[in-house]
C-alpha cells in the first residue's frame, strides 16, 4: 500500500507513488527531472501567493532551475550546454549531487559509456558520504551502472 499524493495543477502529475521513488530519481510523471525538482516540489515546495485560491506555483532555486535545463539540452541534444550547465552545477553547488549525476546523463546521450558509468559511481560514493541521502535514489544510481555496463 503506498500514500498516493495528488498535485493540483498537473494531469501528468497526478498520482504519484511517494513510497518507491527516489528523490533525485527520475520523475514517475515522465519529464526526466529528478522527483525533488519536479512532481515532489509541486506538492510541497512553498507557494508564492498567500491567496488559497491562486493556482499552486511551485518556486524552483536557481539549483532546481540549472538542474532541470540539464534535462531540457539533453532532450533538445543541446550536449555542448548540458555538459557545460552541469559543470556550472559542479562548482557552484558542490554539495549537490546534481552536477555528477547530470554529467552523467551528458554523458550517456553521447554514448561516452564508461564515462557515464563513472559519474554514477561517483554519484553513489558522494551519495553515501551525504548522512540522510535516501537509500531508493543510491539505488537507482546503481541501477544506473549496471543498466549502462550490460549494455556496452
Ligand atoms: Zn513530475
Not at 500514500?3 to 528523490?23: L, T
Not at 533525485?24 to 510541497?44: M, V
Not at 532555486?61 to 556550472?88: G, W
Not at 553547488?93 to 559511481?121: F, H, M, S, T
Request: charged share 30%; glycine share 4%; aromatic share 10%.
Amino acid at each position: 500500500m503506498h500514500d498516493i499524493y495528488i498535485a493540483q495543477d498537473s494531469q501528468i502529475c497526478k498520482a504519484i507513488f511517494m513510497a518507491k521513488v527516489g528523490r533525485n530519481a527520475p520523475c514517475p510523471c515522465g519529464s526526466g527531472k529528478k522527483y525533488k525538482k519536479c512532481c515532489f516540489l509541486r506538492q510541497n515546495g512553498k507557494t508564492q501567493s498567500a491567496e488559497p485560491q491562486m493556482r499552486f506555483t511551485p518556486v524552483y532555486t536557481e539549483l532546481d532551475q540549472l538542474s532541470n535545463s540539464v534535462v531540457d539540452l539533453i532532450a533538445q541534444n543541446k550536449l555542448d550546454q548540458a555538459e557545460a550547465v552541469s559543470h556550472r552545477l559542479l562548482k557552484d553547488y558542490p554539495d549537490q549531487i546534481d552536477g555528477l549525476d547530470r554529467l552523467a546523463q551528458v554523458y550517456e546521450a553521447r554514448d561516452e559509456k564508461e564515462k557515464a558509468v563513472e559519474y554514477y559511481r561517483k554519484a553513489v560514493n558522494f551519495a553515501r558520504s551525504m548522512p540522510g541521502f535516501d537509500q531508493v535514489s543510491i539505488d537507482w544510481y546503481l541501477s544506473e551502472v549496471n543498466r549502462i555496463k550490460s549494455e556496452k
